[in-house]
């Protein structure tokens, strides 16, 4: 099971911090990232982290948006910045390649 929290309104230049809670057995097998899909477009990658914590970044949020982990909770998180309001969408936890995916928390930024 996959939660995600912290989506909301917020002004373009804002901040916001979305955090995934997993529950064991997924935290044991798959690496998480996160993903957005905004209305009328396809899922897209936002940040990956690996087992190593090499991270990867869509070009559009390099600079902006910080993904990390926290093993002991289970909990991976992207902590976004300088937010545009081409960031709206929903923003989803995941793992792409398994199709295993959180319910999704919304991330509106007005102009």
């Known amino acids: 099971q996959l939660v995600e929290s912290g989506g909301g309104l917020v002004q373009a230049g804002g901040s916001l911090r979305l955090s995934c809670s997993a529950s064991?057995?997924?935290?044991?097998?798959?690496?998480l990232g996160w993903y957005r899909q905004a209305p009328g477009k396809q899922r897209e990658l936002v940040a990956t982290?690996?087992?190593?914590?090499?991270?990867n970044y869509a070009d559009s949020v390099k600079g902006r948006f910080t993904i990390s982990r926290d093993n002991a909770k289970r909990a991976v998180y992207l902590q976004m910045t300088s937010l545009k309001p081409e960031d709206t969408a929903v923003y989803y936890c995941?793992?792409?390649?398994?199709?295993?995916w959180g319910q999704g928390t919304q991330v509106t930024v007005s102009s």
């Open positions: 982290m690996s087992i190593g914590s090499t991270t």
């Open positions: 064991g057995s997924i935290w044991s097998r798959y690496r």
């Open positions: 995941g793992n792409q390649d398994s199709g295993l």
